[in-house]
Nanobody, 112 residues
């Protein structure tokens, strides 16, 4: 079955950086696009970024463009999200997503 395991979250100050990872299993990772989404406290899911199956295509939500970078390593069945210039409004649980499947998420907290 599809399994997604996110890691790399933590507590950082405004302006800091984090690198999130998501290890996937149970499907042909190299053949599918992958997404990162997030959920801030008390809010719904927000799409953050997408990457094509070969990593040649990426797209970002407007609020993170220029600060976040999505990448993938198909040999490791892993998708990454580099978070730079973090702001308090980036505080959320971050999930990787394939279709309707998400992992348990990883908490990112940005202090002001």
């Amino acid at each position: 079955q599809v399994q997604l395991a996110e890691s790399g979250g933590g507590l950082v100050q405004t302006g800091g950086s984090l690198r999130l990872s998501c290890v996937a299993s149970g499907f042909t990772f190299s053949s599918v696009e992958m997404n990162w989404v997030r959920q801030a406290p008390g809010k719904g899911l927000e799409w953050v970024a997408v990457i094509g199956s070969r990593g040649l295509y990426t797209n970002y939500a407007g609020g993170v463009k220029g600060r976040f970078t999505i990448s993938r390593d198909n040999a490791k069945n892993t998708v990454y999200l580099q978070l730079n210039s973090l702001k308090p409004e980036d505080t959320a649980v971050y999930f990787c997503q394939h279709g309707s499947n998400r992992g348990q998420g990883t908490q990112v907290t940005v202090s002001s």
